[in-house]
């Protein structure tokens, strides 16, 4: 049986998330290579030090470069701010660590780029944490999709929607600000795409337009200060098949807390899902007597794999941290040589690349081929 | 009390509708207007001496000219297809006879202009049957629009599915011939820009993009014959109040029968709805103790007028039909000068203009400005 | 084509639903025999005259008597206050008109038994207004029982339950007191049984658990007065059929407002259904790949006849007030001798005994067996 | 920072489910007191090594017993089948280990009696594994229910349902002879009652009604016979506050998968819930305008604690395992000395003794009294 050192850096929402998940993974899946969670990084050195004891690393660290020289480690989780994302996950290649990184690669184009390069170069796993593609409903969706069961793959209406930003009197912060991106389409449009992308439906050319739900806030000073982001972003898109759809992001959308709509017509079915309901799938099939067909609610189950790692029983329901553990067998899956499921920096770049094709257009207001609009990105 | 007759032009799926709800109108309204069912048209003379006799007409006629000239007839409702619809309505004008005509008004908008012109100089009064803005559950939308209880609207979503075209081995009809129009842009884009229209929202920049699900079907004969019309729509608007939203028009979306999801998000709530669960209406408001927000499910009830007229009882339903019945009685009311909620041959050619305005953007797959897109028209 | 003269007592709630679809029964089914409505009667005779014009009945009268001896009239519908049932309809059946009576019979058991053998002298047609069961989507279930497409019925959970008695500070009315019979029992035991009948599952046991939410209200000088009726009831039963069951009776169920709630367990699937959504069916079927296996939600359609008279596209919805309409169609079917699907005093007797029996099992806490209890009754 | 060794019995559905639990739990919850994984006990001794690994126990045994004497152990989960529990718990509460004990505690009451004797006389900490009692969604309800939210509690709807008895054509297993208890009432009975006694709600009086399904299975040789236990149980009930209520539970109800049903009926409002949607709650409030009334969804939050120490986000769902990972975080509670929200033996009894008392009342085919009846149990 295998090992493999794990380091992790950041210990906040993903963070966290990375560490249950590396700590879960060989209980729920057993497994040939099993992680060794080595050590923990986190600026605030104290923090990295308890947090490490909570997560089961057998170190802790207040400066990530420690990982880079340490042999009993082979993969780096990061999961810090997008824009540290580049220089760890370079330095981390160049040092001859996989590297897990969370989503959107970088800010830039050109700094994924670079990371994509850097990964190139090194011979070394990538991969991101797309972890909404991991639900084993998504996966029955692709399997069914692969087998034609709904038949030609018509449009695609993709929803992700929250409403952390949803609130005016809430004050500028720094998702307000240029900085930090285009808003809801680094946000969102890269989930969003990254589930197409695992369901092998590919865009070609898109039509974008970003919107300003509050055109400003409030700074701390109680002073009206320009937001610089779209909070909100529709996409209508044309398929390398033929088909067609649209994306509509929306951080400000009152009342969404997680949800991720799907609806997919082919032509002989459909397909609905939505994240805020994760362990149930809707699919109509165009066949039989009339008066019986309707969309049939199929309650996640073990016959959906790996549901079945998790619980024995239909029906009773994983959870988003679950994904993670999914999300991280496959990885070790990866590692291993076997077939895996996941988005690398290759696929990833190409994710991000549709996202500023999409910015592109918006600042045409034009349909915009992406793959012409990528290679002079 | 007063009485008015009443002409109807047609026995089809709108015909049946309409003489359904003028037989019903007193009945649940009582009023002080009542309809006097004088005469049924319907080319099959046949057929309309025996649905005259189920519907309750006095007489029947296989020519609706009959009727002009009959001084018994103060009314005319128009349900045949569409493209007799400027005919008939601009003779009835003519005639001096008030007019109730299917949506949309004509498959052409120099048609349209003219019946509205014929309707200005007639001093008649107009209606259009745009019964989903009935819903007395459309009205408590608009309501608690007008009341700033969902703030400001910053987002509106409208889509309108059904599968009657979904199938491909249906063969070409009438409706793939671009005699019959654009195409879903025509059948759902009116409706749902009338609930735009009746929620007080208006739309002023349109970037609209059709598309084909089946290039061609086989006609009678076998052989394969290219599509003229697109069943499916999707448009991206800017509106007047400074919000936005989008368009998305389905009639091959296998699975949906009649949908009519409305998704409107506002700087203090939301609204949620779909015309398949007609009597139910989904409210949150970002109010009070985070741990009790979520979307109220509101039963239509009898504090939902004018509910109250069919049923005493709160959530026994109400059904499509009714919501004709609703129409009819607001007519009655507009003929009685008071106060009513409908779409007259003016805000009804607005509708109008804006498919066609949509039509011209995907035309020129750009943005179009509606206001002088239409002065060109 | 045949006439049949229609006289109708009761202008209230369900005076005027009748008076609805007798007046809608031949515009949605044409039909040979045609309604014609003859007389209203209401105590008050103004009102009686206003609302004849209403909902279209040539003539009106402040005494139901003077339609006994009007030849013109050949049906009587019943709707006014329970008590009055009885003399009502047997005076009618003794004047050669055949009787329309809303549900329930009567108050007493005896007096629904006069009501019957008066029928049974008269060799008139005798109907009860169990609307419900006229549903499209409840024959639907009914074909799907007796085609044994889950099985064997094992288990039938029943659930009718709305608000209006909920408030604990409403005065003491009448339905709180014993002259208004058992209280949840007679409300809502007898529309339940009477789905149960209409698919043709028979309870032969009854064990019957009535409770008082409330032990007192207030009455209008403000003093506390004992309930005497029970506004909730619960009823576990045994089917002939080797199944069993229960009831669960609310009128004091805060929230619910048309529910009447049913699951089916069949040996091979189950069937689920909720008034409150009475153009949904939700069917599982225990085949093919477990992977796809869930509840399948139908939606009302064509397929579901009648609903095909009312609306010729699926999806778009039935109402409360349309079942009343099937009702009266399927009287005006029996009458001329066709099959129907209708509760008569018949089996309405059983329906009402069955009520009695569980009554006396709540007194007796115990389980009655009922065919025994109804013979000593 | 203190330290508890584990030790774990049974590697199946349960066992896995304690292992993920105690390995996850610091993770998730930090907290002073640190499980430390010791013991893994399977009777298959290669299994226990292997799974040990995974699980990230330190060693691992073919016999229980051997954890009795290590002194590095002070906490023993028991998830074994039923009929060992009572063995396993009393040697080590006698050898002085706290016990952790899925439910129910034992087949027979007696047995369950000494184990409550074991407990008590070793002065050790005892803990039943009833987890759904742990969705923080059922910690909002019972704070509701204790701040008079929705008034008194008058009525108590609870249904659980599976279907995996529920193929005819299954074999005659372990569970369908009388050694393995009741059927439904011990598999779902003691679930229902534990969400009972967390929401602080009392059963006094009991009327229970057992049946079976299918009379007779085939076994393994394809000879008809006898199936021994009730696969479904109804149960009526009063509470000590007043109310009352149902227990349905069926484990052959095709097409339910996990799905417990609890309805709530207050003087003031209601509360639904459904186990297969375990991150949704729907109440009604009667207040406020009739027009704006309706079940308000709530989506699991962090404003429901404990879910905010899994996701910093509302709406992205807990799974059924994250259940027991609060579960294990309020035993380590508990053993510090903190309030905790548990069932002990003490109140595990009452459970089951409530299920004794359930059957007693099927044989007499009575209503009994609980309170009496465990007296001479």
Redesign the interface.
């Known amino acids: 049986?295998g090992k493999i050192g794990v380091g992790l850096i950041g210990t906040g929402?993903m963070g966290?998330?990375h560490?249950?998940a590396w700590?879960?993974v060989?209980?729920?899946?057993?497994?040939e290579l099993?992680p060794e969670l080595v050590t923990l990084a986190e600026v605030n050195e104290e923090l990295a030090a308890?947090?490490a004891?909570?997560?089961?690393f057998a170190r802790s660290t207040g400066d990530w470069r420690d990982m880079l020289s340490d042999p009993d480690i082979q993969i780096i989780s990061i999961t810090t701010p997008n824009q540290f994302h580049p220089q760890m996950a370079i330095e981390a290649l160049e040092a001859g660590k996989h590297v897990y990184c969370e989503k959107p690669m970088a800010p830039s184009f050109t700094d994924a780029q670079k990371m994509l390069e850097a990964a190139r170069k090194s011979g070394k796993k990538t991969f991101l944490g797309y972890n909404y593609i991991q639900n084993p409903l998504m996966r029955?969706i692709r399997d069914m999709l692969s087998a034609g069961e709904?038949?030609d793959v018509?449009?695609v209406?993709l929803?992700m929607d929250?409403?952390?930003m949803?609130?005016?009197d809430d004050i500028w912060s720094i998702k307000s600000g240029a900085a930090s991106g285009y808003g809801a389409l680094d946000d969102f449009g890269v989930h969003t795409i990254s589930l197409l992308v695992a369901l092998d439906l590919h865009i070609e050319k898109v039509?974008c337009?970003m919107?300003k739900?509050?055109a400003s806030r409030k700074d701390c000073a109680g002073n009206q200060k320009s937001v610089e982001t779209y909070d909100?972003a529709?996409v209508?898109f044309e398929l390398s098949n033929g088909g067609?759809g649209?994306l509509?992001l929306?951080r400000?959308?009152?009342?969404?807390?997680?949800?991720i709509a799907i609806q997919i017509?082919?032509?002989?079915?459909?397909i609905?899902y939505d994240q805020?309901?994760?362990?149930e799938?809707k699919?109509?099939k165009?066949q039989g007597?009339?008066?019986?067909?309707?969309?049939?609610?199929?309650?996640a189950?073990p016959?959906?794999p790996p549901y079945d790692r998790?619980?024995?029983?239909?029906?009773?329901?994983?959870?988003?941290?679950?994904l993670k553990i999914i999300e991280v067998n496959e990885i070790l899956m990866s590692l291993q040589g076997h077939k895996s499921h996941l988005i690398d920096f290759e696929k990833g770049i190409s994710i991000e690349g549709l996202v500023h094709a999409m910015a592109l257009s918006h600042d045409q207001?034009?349909?915009v081929d992406v793959a012409p609009a990528l290679q002079t990105a």
Chains 1, 2, 3, 4 share one sequence.
């Open positions: 049986m929402y966290k998330c560490a249950l700590n879960a060989s209980g729920v899946f057993g497994g099993k308890a947090r004891q909570d997560f089961g029955r709904i038949g018509l449009q209406r929803e929250e409403d952390f949803a609130n005016p039509m337009h919107t739900p509050y909100a529709t209508m067609n649209t509509q929306n400000s959308a009152w009342g969404r807390k997680g949800r017509f082919g032509s002989k079915g459909s609905v805020e309901r994760m362990n799938l699919v109509y165009a007597n009339t008066a019986e067909q309707g969309y049939t609610t199929i309650l189950a016959a959906h998790f619980i024995p029983a239909p029906g009773h329901g994983l959870g988003f941290n679950d207001a034009a349909w």
